[in-house]
């Protein structure tokens, strides 16, 4: 019996640095759950990561080992998911052009992460034509597989309404070409940095899905705890705590997480050995996730295997998606 056609997800990650327990949280939890029922395309965003990091871009071949190892650390599974990378499938390029044709430049200037982004990263020149074009982009990756649905957080919104706007455009201009992306509204799940702000690799507050237990420890001692509690006797606040929303993560029994909240609370109970009785935790609860990338980084040719598939995959489903696009428009299709 063949298994009934699966409705499509896509998602991609930029490539700038290791990946840690916020995407863990955040993002890759909710794909290894999604790959079970979904038709999963999960690609490396490596074009995107040229529009903010275009000056330090040797950086970027090395970093997509590492990403994809991160992911299949989390259990991300090559069998069920096709995982790629978004520069080996040039489709999303000619669309990316073909869209950038029928985009308005106002729904560009007015996306609230380009006038955010410019404001705070102003250590980068962000005035480029990649950058305030960023959107569409976006929107060829999902619309190339016709994707059904998008894994997004609430504040990602707006972008997927550009993607949806940028079909219905296509659609009414010339044939109706794309389905409109749905949003799969992720749970937010903003974990706190080692300093208690959000957990970011710009903060330089992360603990990485790479860290070694060691690492682990040795980061875990530095974490900042409730900011009120100065001294062993002063009674602290668990809510306010980095530490303590770690243990409600890991600590594998409810009922010791609520005496530590209630020692705490009555000074009973140290940081110290706080932050000790929460690193082992932790660790025990990360540990597949470090097997499973170390075993797919030893194993010679693997994560290359698992690309030149994916890519292939990807490409198969995007250049079809692009015959349908140049006959739509009215431009010679391919041989
Ligand atoms: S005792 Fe634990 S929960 Fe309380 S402030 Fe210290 S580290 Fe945080």
New binding site residues.
């Given amino acids: 019996m063949t298994e009934p056609q699966r409705e499509r997800v896509l998602s991609g990650t930029r490539p700038t640095g290791r990946l840690h327990l916020g995407h863990l949280h955040g993002a890759l939890l909710n794909w290894v759950s999604l790959q079970q029922q979904y038709d999963c395309f999960f690609f490396v965003a490596d074009w995107h990561a040229l529009t903010s990091e275009y000056e330090t871009s040797g950086v970027i071949a090395a970093n997509v080992r590492e990403l994809v190892a991160d992911w299949l650390g989390a259990g991300l599974d090559p069998e069920r998911a096709t995982l790629f990378v978004q520069s080996k499938v040039k489709e999303h390029a000619e669309l990316f052009l073909i869209l950038g044709m029928i985009t308005p430049l106002g729904w560009l200037e007015r996306n609230p992460t380009y006038k955010e982004m410019q404001e705070n990263l102003t250590a980068k020149d962000l005035s480029t034509f990649g950058f305030l074009g960023y959107p569409v982009l976006q929107a060829s990756d999902i619309l190339a597989y016709r994707a059904h649905h998008v894994p997004v957080g609430v504040d990602q919104l707006p972008h997927l309404e550009i993607t949806r706007e940028i079909a219905r455009r296509f659609n009414f201009l010339f044939r109706n070409t794309f389905p409109e992306p749905q949003a799969l509204l992720t749970k937010s799940s903003k974990v706190a940095g080692t300093d208690g702000r959000k957990m970011s690799k710009s903060y330089g507050n992360t603990l990485d899905l790479a860290d070694t237990p060691d690492t682990l420890r040795a980061k875990v001692k530095t974490m900042f705890?409730?900011p009120q509690?100065k001294r062993r006797n002063d009674p602290?606040d668990?809510e306010v705590?980095p530490?303590?929303q770690l243990h409600r993560l890991y600590h594998p029994d409810a009922e010791r997480v609520a005496e530590?909240?209630a020692d705490?609370r009555a000074a009973k109970?140290?940081?110290v050995d706080?932050?000790k009785e929460m690193v082992e935790h932790l660790i025990t609860g990360t540990e597949a996730v470090r097997e499973r990338r170390a075993a797919a980084l030893a194993r010679p040719g693997y994560i290359e295997d698992v690309l030149d598939h994916g890519n292939l995959r990807a490409r198969a489903i995007a250049s079809h998606t692009l015959d349908a696009v140049r006959a739509a428009v009215g431009l010679p299709t391919e041989p």
């Fill in positions: 705890t409730d509690r602290g668990p705590c530490v303590y530590i909240g705490c109970i140290g940081c706080c932050k």
